[in-house]
């Protein structure tokens, strides 16, 4: 619905509130102001409750057709089809080829045993190798907003009244909506950056440590900005994301968590074509590179990823680069644990990971009115359900400037995250 509605515009919208709230779908069409009035009147006649939860079910229909603030990582959001029942995954494993027998039977014609020649066998088992790892939780919250009588009244008095009623309801809390999702969000990032220190270190790449291996040269997180150092790391990090986004192409073990289970190994073969690719460049150092260095060639290519975005902020806008994270995370074993201990990643350059890795999808969004007959009042009462997902068997790679980057804060902000991936039990015998 959009903002700066037209008198036609919130006449339809006054229509459909009318038909909500009387139950009668014949209503006439409004054309003047005068209709209009008729229309607002007929509507406040049904009670004021029918009229705001008329409001509210109409407000739930359409409130993310114009969203005027844009949360941050929407391309995590699966729909309910996709992901909305995405309780289990059945994960395949490679097995080792076997021996061609064809070109190793006997030929010179003798027999090779004395029960009447060799046997080779065409019936032996070769059972698929497959574990089930589960999705658990949801996080829930609520949201309150208060409607009064008399704003009810005043913005009915015409469509000009109305139309800033309705543009200010929608607005408000579409823009708290999205900050909720937003920050949920930012939060299960967070904990997958941090988990992925403990389940595959080696997805974590040092840009500036391998830069000063590879050139000889001793540059720290503040001395690579100068004006002499900065362009050609800025061309050797952007390389090596490159590099590593073509390596997640390819089939490997490689990029994610592997598990052992019962002494079995598990090795996940995953590949992540670009357009599963979710790569997010904190943006105070990429406006940095596209004033001085690069200009758009590398923008050229973001169209092969599914989702691009430019991070303001990692987790706080008080400390940009940083996030602070007690993780959980899925244990080689498969079991999901909760880290013992804080992690602190600081100076984030950029992070890329399989679309299957991350995610969240709205369950459960409910809206309740009540009416306070007293002080003649509505609470609504928006009810919000989110399942969340870290899947670290999936691709994924993040990129510091150093190792010492990594640490050990004292303190950590909680983890949102609710949801898990674990193993399926074994069967009772």
């Given at each position: 619905m959009p903002i700066g509605m037209t008198f036609q515009d919130i006449s339809a919208v006054l229509t459909e509130i009318n038909k909500?709230?009387?139950?009668?779908?014949?209503?006439?069409?409004?054309?003047?102001?005068?209709?209009?009035?008729?229309?607002?009147?007929?509507?406040?006649?049904?009670?004021y409750d029918p009229v705001m939860n008329a409001i509210s079910q109409l407000a739930t229909r359409t409130i993310f057709a114009v969203r005027p603030y844009n949360a941050l990582f929407s391309g995590l959001e699966k729909d309910g089809t996709a992901w909305g029942n995405h309780v289990r995954k059945i994960n395949f494993f490679d097995e080792d080829p076997i021996k061609d027998t064809s070109w190793s039977l006997p030929n010179d014609g003798t027999t090779g045993t004395a029960s009447g020649g060799d046997d080779v066998d065409p019936f032996i088992v070769q059972r698929p190798k497959t574990l089930q790892t589960n999705f658990y939780g949801q996080a829930n919250y609520t949201r309150l907003y208060s409607q009064f009588t008399t704003q009810l009244m005043n913005a009915f008095r015409g469509p000009d009244e109305l139309a800033a009623f309705w543009t200010a309801f929608v607005q408000h809390l579409s823009n708290q909506i999205e900050s909720d999702r937003e920050h949920l969000t930012q939060n299960l990032l967070a904990n997958y950056m941090g988990g992925l220190t403990v389940t595959n270190p080696n997805s974590v790449i040092y840009?500036?440590?391998?830069?000063?291996?590879?050139?000889?040269?001793?540059?720290?997180?503040t001395s690579v900005y100068?004006?002499?150092?900065?362009?050609?790391?800025?061309?050797?990090?952007?390389?090596?994301?490159?590099?590593?986004?073509?390596?997640?192409?390819?089939?490997?073990?490689?990029?994610?968590?592997?598990?052992?289970?019962?002494g079995t190994d598990y090795n996940f073969m995953r590949h992540t074509p670009y357009d599963r690719q979710h790569l997010y460049l904190f943006s105070r150092?990429?406006?940095?590179?596209?004033?001085?260095?690069?200009?758009?060639?590398?923008?050229?290519?973001?169209?092969?990823y599914q989702d691009y975005v430019m991070v303001p902020y990692w987790q706080s806008a008080d400390n940009r680069a940083a996030?602070?994270?007690?993780?959980?995370?899925?244990?080689?074993?498969?079991?999901?644990?909760?880290?013992?201990?804080?992690?602190?990643?600081?100076?984030?350059?950029?992070?890329?990971?399989?679309?299957?890795?991350i995610g969240y999808?709205?369950?459960?969004?409910?809206?309740?009115?009540?009416?306070?007959?007293?002080?003649?009042?509505?609470?609504?009462?928006?009810?919000?359900?989110?399942?969340?997902y870290n899947d670290f068997t999936e691709n994924a790679a993040l990129f510091l400037l150093t190792s010492a980057d990594k640490t050990a804060p004292a303190a950590a902000k909680a983890v949102l995250s609710r949801s898990k991936t674990v193993k399926d039990p074994e069967p009772a015998e």
């Open positions: 909500l709230a009387t139950g009668q779908e014949p209503t006439s069409e409004i054309i003047d102001t005068s209709s209009f009035v008729s229309v607002a009147e007929a509507t406040l006649r049904t009670g840009l500036l440590d391998e830069y000063n291996a590879e050139t000889g040269l001793s540059l720290t997180a100068a004006p002499e150092n900065f362009p050609d790391f800025a061309r050797y990090a952007y390389a090596r994301i490159k590099d590593v986004s073509d390596m997640m192409r390819a089939r490997t073990n490689n990029w994610h968590q592997n598990w052992q289970i019962g150092t990429q406006r940095q590179i596209d004033s001085r260095v690069l200009s758009d060639t590398f923008h050229d290519e973001l169209a092969r996030v602070k994270v007690k993780p959980i995370y899925t244990s080689t074993a498969g079991v999901a644990t909760i880290g013992t201990a804080n992690v602190g990643l600081n100076n984030i350059f950029a992070f890329i990971h399989d679309d299957d890795a999808t709205p369950i459960d969004n409910d809206v309740e009115p009540i009416r306070n007959p007293r002080s003649r009042y509505t609470n609504f009462w928006y009810h919000y359900g989110f399942r969340f």
